[in-house]
């Protein structure tokens, strides 16, 4: 039986060109919707998401992102923000949260990307997140402008997997 959250896994690929398609609210809902559902040390859920359509502020949203400019042409973007108190902790939570709301978005045929996690400085503050949070990525979606046909570059089975003991053949 083929199992739908692996595929996810393996197929998804980092988006940055989006075509003109808007994405439903419905789909944008259940994509926050998994990142809230995501576990987090002790169930703390540090995050929060601001959940970004109009186009002005997605142009404004954009210019904030150093490296990720195109999200200015993206259907909708989240910005990820998390409580600074909760340190490592809180950014191991919400990366977590980051990660299912881009397999749940790419379960719904919508591509994304994390764009972020440094040169997003003036982000917090134009979309009002209170100074007591950061924000750790801003997610960009939308249909994809060509077809996602990528194939992912990772290294091979034996540099990252061991079995039993590090350095040991994985198979
Ligand atoms: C923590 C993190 C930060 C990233 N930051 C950016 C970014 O700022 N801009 C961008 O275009 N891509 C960013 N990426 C996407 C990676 O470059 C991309 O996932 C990686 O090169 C692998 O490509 P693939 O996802 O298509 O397999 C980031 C990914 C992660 C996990």
């Given at each position: 039986m083929a199992n739908g959250v692996f595929e996810a896994a393996r197929t998804i690929l980092a988006v940055r060109e989006f075509d003109e398609r808007p994405v439903a609210n419905d789909v944008l809902r259940r994509i926050l919707e998994a990142g809230r559902y995501t576990a987090s040390g002790r169930n703390g859920q540090p995050w929060h998401f601001v959940l970004v359509r109009d186009r002005e502020r997605l142009r404004k949203l954009g210019s904030l992102v150093r490296t990720g400019g195109y999200t200015a042409n993206a259907a909708a973007a989240v910005i990820v923000g998390y409580e600074k108190a909760t340190g490592q902790y809180g950014i191991s939570d919400t990366s977590r949260a980051i990660q299912t709301m881009l397999l749940t978005a790419w379960g719904e045929g919508v591509a994304s990307n994390w764009t972020g996690f440094?040169?997003?400085?003036?982000?917090r503050e134009e979309f009002g997140f209170p100074e007591t949070y950061d924000v750790l990525a801003v997610l960009p979606f939308g249909y994809p402008r060509r077809k996602v046909a990528g194939k992912k570059k990772r290294k091979p089975v034996n540099e990252v997997m061991s079995a039993e003991r590090f350095g040991e053949p994985f198979s």
């Open positions: 440094g040169g997003i400085e003036g982000v």
